[in-house]
């Protein structure tokens, strides 16, 4: 009988607190299924060994570094897919709120007497550099996501992830809506997939696992105004996760 390979997976890191890998790690102990069906070639967090040889790439963290392009664009000549993996990676995330100011200020502010060591600048998500088949959204990711994305990996298809916003995932678990209790959410317009998870714990969403395809942003500001929240408010929380798109708005409601 002819054994199959196994696909040939590889994880790589860019600017990133790492927290997606630890969930892929966390994934592979709860499903440790996962191993019999695909070999994973390439994981700093995990394994010493760095194979080049790979189907599927899933890139965590963001591009900051000019040395990032021809690193990323390695990677894409060695993959057949590429999976954008987290908010980092898939928006730019957290780290392109520094995309605001002025990136010599922000160096020295952060590293101080060591700044001129430090090449990071502008923080983008990895499809600025090269393109991407695939994203697993979130800061981070959800273990049960990455490991869906697995399977309809393996069975040919790109991951699907829900284009509805979170609010329909509260009112299928009644969460009580927290406009109601004064406080601003942008789950009206943030890509569900997340169980609610913040509104759940009373927290509002800031939007880590992307807007919708069809993101209405004037009804979120319509409804800031009806609740008489600042409607400032929404464009600040939007930078958590959103900078990058803010800074080059011609990407609005194009589902990132
Ligand atoms: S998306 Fe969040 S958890 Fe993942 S690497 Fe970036 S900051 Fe860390
Ligand atoms: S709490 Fe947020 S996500 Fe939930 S229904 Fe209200 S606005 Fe939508
Ligand atoms: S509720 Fe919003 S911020 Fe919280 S995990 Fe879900 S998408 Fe991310």
């Known amino acids: 009988m002819k054994v ?3 696909p040939k997976i590889a994880f790589f890191d860019f600017a990133g607190c790492e927290g997606c ?7 592979l102990q709860t499903h440790p299924e996962l191993l019999d069906v695909v070999e994973i070639v390439q994981f700093r967090e995990a394994m010493s060994e760095k194979g080049d040889n790979y189907q599927v790439a899933f890139v965590e963290g963001s591009y900051t570094r000019r040395e990032d392009r021809e690193r990323l664009q390695s990677i894409r000549e060695h993959a057949q897919i590429v999976i954008a993996l987290g908010a980092c990676a898939h928006l730019g995330g957290v780290n392109a709120m520094r995309n605001w100011g002025p990136q010599e200020e922000i160096r020295h502010y952060v590293y101080r007497e060591f ?44 991951p699907e992830i829900p284009d509805y916003p979170v609010c ?5 678990q009644e969460i009580p809506c927290l406009f109601m209790q004064g406080k601003l959410c942008l789950g009206p317009i943030t890509r569900a997939g997340c169980g609610s998870i913040c509104p759940a714990h009373g927290q509002s969403c800031l939007g880590c696992r992307g807007q919708v395809t069809q993101a209405n942003f004037q009804g979120l500001q319509a409804a800031a105004g009806e609740y008489r929240l600042d409607r400032a408010l929404v464009e600040e929380r939007l930078k958590f996760f959103q900078s ?6 011609e990407g609005a409601g194009d589902g990132r």
């Not at 329909?168 to 299928?172: A, F, N, P, Q």
């Open 4 to 6: 199959r390979a196994k």
């Open 115 to 158: 700044a001129r060591v430090h090449d990071s600048d502008h923080a983008r998500p990895i499809s600025s550099a090269i393109p991407v088949d695939g994203f697993i959204p979130g800061c981070p990711i959800d273990r049960d996501e990455f490991v869906a994305a697995v399977r309809q990996l393996l069975q040919g298809r790109i």
């Open 244 to 249: 990058d798109r803010l800074l080059n708005s």
């Open 168 to 172: 329909v995932e509260c009112r299928l």
């Open 21 to 27: 890998q630890l969930t892929v790690l966390d994934a």
